[in-house]
């Protein structure tokens, strides 16, 4: 079974500062990986995805995540924060099944 | 250039009564997963479908919940006499084929439960 594991509940920051929210996961299969932000009253948006190939994947409004195979690691950043990131953001994993496995959530807080 | 529709976008409902939950697929778009999200947690698998098939309902709870998706029309996650747990926020998804990488999103269904 696989396991998502986003380390900090809430993340407190301000505007203009760097950003880095933590994902871990387990899985004993090679897996794809996905970052999902999901503003207030709103449904999932996909801000990038591993699937393959360069361990550095950029995505949307200026974030990026880094792949890492021996820490099993997601983790997503941005390198100057704005007032409209503040929302939740959600690591997810697929391992070519039927679903995604997605970790608790990461709410960005953005404060000026 | 509609996406995945969600419809209601909240619903509240006392406990024994049904809900049902709508979700009409992105256009061409045949395969179509439902998710809960409890207060305070990630988003939880629990059924996927293709037209008129169930594929994997592995995270459905065995009784009271029921999720189809028919020829014509949209799918529909049925839950029959709902509890205050049953109180969550349900999303749908939809994807023109079977995998995860291009997933598109409603903005879900908030059911209440008093």
Known sequence: AQSVTQLDSQVPVFEEAPVELRCNYSSSVSVYLFWYVQYPNQGLQLLLKYLSGSTLVKGINGFEAEFNKSQTSFHLRKPSVHISDTAEYFCAVDNAGN????????????KP | NAGVMQNP????????????LRCSPVKGHS??????QLPEEGLKFMVYLQKENIIDESG???ERFSAEFPKEGPSILRIQQVVRGDSAA??????PGANNEKLFFGSGTQLSVL
């Open chain 1, 99 to 110: 679903m995604l496995t997605f970790g608790g959530g990461t709410r960005l807080m953005v």
């Open chain 2, 9 to 20: 976008r909240h619903l509240v409902r006392r406990r024994g009564q049904e809900a049902r």
């Open chain 2, 31 to 36: 395969h179509v997963y439902w998710y809960r």
């Open chain 2, 60 to 62: 459905m709870p065995k």
């Open chain 2, 90 to 95: 349900y999303f749908c998804a939809s994807s």
